[in-house]
Structures are given as C-alpha cells and as structure tokens.
C-alpha cells in the first residue's frame, strides 16, 4: 500500500461513513501534511463539517527480522467533533461522540483485513491492538478521538538488476 493507496481508503471511510458523510461540497476529512499546525487549525475553523476524520501522515519502516520480508506502515486517524469552547461538558461530549465513530471506523478496518476485504487484497495485515487516546482541542472549535496503527504487508527483496550500473 502506498501512500495515496492509504489516503484514499481513509478518504472512502470519510464518504461511507453515515455521521461523517465526506463530500466535496461538505468536507469531512483532512490528510494531515507535515504536522503544520497553523494550516490545521485554518482547515478546521474554515472548511472542514464535523464530525470529520482527520488522518495522519504515512509513515514506514521495513521488517527484515523474519524470513518473510514486511514492510510496516505507522498511522492514525482522528475523529473529531464540534464543542462548545470553554464548556467541559461539551468538550467530553464531543470526545464520547468521536470515540463512538472512531471505533465504528475500526471496526471497519477489521472487517476490510479479512479474506474478501479490500485491506486483505492488499496482503495488509492490520494491528491486534489499537490504543485510543483524547485528540487535542483544536481551533477552539473541536476536538475528539485518536487511534494509532501499525499496518504490516509483505515486500519484495530482489536486487532489481536494471537499477544498477554493475550488475
């Protein structure tokens, strides 16, 4: 799975999902772009609907402890919904809606991983656990639900010869 390949599977979740219900003419996702701060606050008081699905960036590292060579790709998603700024009351609310989505959300990656689903095309082998954690209030306007993960798919090691001078 390559990068796109991981944007666009969060982005179809963000359409499919009946609360968050992304669509050009109402956003509700945003692919986080190198942890810029500013230009996540600019989307999120200006253009994004909520709830909405926020997704971090695409990290990767390659597994060569064991014979069958992985690649393994670092994520997360958050959800976030709508508060009331200064009410702690509306800011838990707005963390229990989004855990509520955000485990939906995960109950569908599941789902995708297993024989027919499209995460298992891909040979994506998904976490055993996913760690939940409060997202931050952002822009004073919202805040939610986090979820980590560590994908893991098989890679090929093959010396490619066209790619080298001397070989």
């Not at 709830?51 to 590292?61: C, H, I, S």
Request: hydrophobic content about 35%.
């Amino acid at each position: 799975m390559d990068e796109q390949e991981y944007i666009d599977y969060f982005e179809n979740l963000a359409r499919r999902h009946k609360q968050i219900n992304h669509s050009e003419a109402e956003p509700a996702f945003y692919a986080v772009r190198d942890d810029n701060m500013t230009e996540l606050d600019n989307v999120v008081r200006k253009k994004l609907k909520f709830p909405a699905l926020l997704l971090d960036e695409y990290l990767d590292d390659q597994d060569y402890k064991q014979d069958n060579f992985r690649m393994q790709l670092n994520g997360g998603f958050s959800i976030l919904c709508k508060l009331e700024k200064g009410n702690d009351v509306s800011i838990r609310e707005a963390r229990h809606q989004a855990r509520q989505i955000a485990r939906s959300i995960l109950n569908r990656i599941r789902k995708d991983s297993l024989p027919g689903g499209f995460l298992a095309s891909k040979k994506l082998v998904s976490s055993q656990q996913y760690p939940g954690e409060k997202a931050p209030v952002v822009a004073d306007t919202a805040t939610g639900w986090a979820y980590p993960f560590e994908w893991q798919f098989p890679i090929s090691v093959a010396v490619n010869t066209d790619d080298w001078n001397d070989l």
